[in-house]
């Protein structure tokens, strides 16, 4: 009898938790849908910004090519002597600061760990490596090492906001100015299906202007190729224009990989629950089963002792 009650105990927490796991999951679909909308709502803005970033840079990379020797020989070297905005300004790697994107909360299959796996790999990569850590989990994992954490920002994702992004860019942008960093690279995981989400590594400074060129991606890449190769007029000046449109892009490329790391967190944690649900299904019934066995079981052994206790009396 106790084996059985051990049972039920057990086939009753496993309910619990299998209606726990199909909530959050239906909870996940919710918020998973919201988060494709914002996405698809950015992309015709992504589309241009891309457009207009890779022509400007393009220009401007020119431009300071073909004034470099004259600045060199006059003794004024420098990007910003040559007409180079310090946001394209490329130097050696030797310092590193590093944006890792992770979730606030777990129970998401491989999503935080994924990240985290690929951060430490890359951490060794170069001379010097400072974090920059968007999420609780991130910031939970790096709190007990001994890498430099230049900030961890934590609760980002209860509702990711285009305020937040440009805070964290603007951070960013007057490191880079200020030489304290020779690149910054982010690492996040990509939403591409509720079932696909790719850990993906990109160079955010200095503004590449090849992937720039490319940004808009998918139907649109090819657009935005041709818009390169179209000369534009411009009001005020192109460098007056470039010097708002480059921090900008860097502000949107930092909220971009934020939706782009929370839809993918939605649709892990969807997943993970979905699979945890069809567990609990599963395990329900094998218990079942062994409950039923159980009790047959003891069924058939009161009957045995019933009728050994009658043949008995009538002997």
Do not use: C
């Amino acid at each position: 009898m106790a084996n059985l009650l051990d049972i039920k105990r057990r086939i009753r927490s496993v309910k619990n938790t299998q209606q726990l796991t199909k909530a959050m999951k239906m909870i996940s679909a919710v918020k998973l849908r919201r988060s494709q909308e914002h996405i698809l709502a950015t992309r015709p803005y992504a589309v241009e910004l891309a457009k207009v970033t890779a022509k400007l840079a393009q220009g401007a990379r020119a431009a300071a090519l073909d004034a470099e020797p004259e600045v060199l020989d006059a003794g004024e070297g420098g990007p910003e002597a040559a007409g180079v905005h310090p946001l394209l300004e490329v130097r050696p790697e030797n310092r590193v600061l590093l944006v890792v994107v992770s979730g606030d909360r777990g129970l998401a299959g491989s999503f935080n760990a994924s990240v985290l796996r690929l951060a430490q790999k890359e951490t060794s990569r170069w001379e010097t490596v400072e974090l920059l850590l968007l999420g609780k989990k991130g910031a939970d994992f790096y709190g007990r090492r001994s890498i430099p954490i230049r900030k961890a920002f934590r609760d980002l994702f209860t509702r990711v906001t285009y305020e937040q992004a440009k805070a964290i860019a603007e951070d960013i942008a007057a490191a880079y100015s200020a030489g304290e960093y020779d690149a910054v690279y982010v690492i996040y995981n990509q939403f591409k299906s509720i079932a696909s989400q790719e850990l993906t590594e990109e160079r955010l400074l200095p503004i590449p202007v090849a992937e720039a060129e490319g940004a808009a991606g998918g139907e649109h890449g090819e657009d935005a190729e041709r818009e390169v190769g179209t000369d534009y007029l411009y009001e005020p000046s192109p460098d007056a224009i470039l010097a708002r449109i480059l921090p900008r892009y860097v502000t949107f490329q930092v909220y971009r990989a934020l939706l782009e790391s929370q839809a993918a967190e939605h649709a892990a944690r969807m997943t993970a629950m979905d699979s945890a649900t069809s567990n609990a299904g599963e395990m329900i019934e094998k218990l079942t089963l062994n409950y039923n066995r159980a009790r047959q079981a003891a069924i058939t052994t009161e009957l045995i002792e019933v009728v050994s206790g009658a043949n008995a009396l009538e002997g």
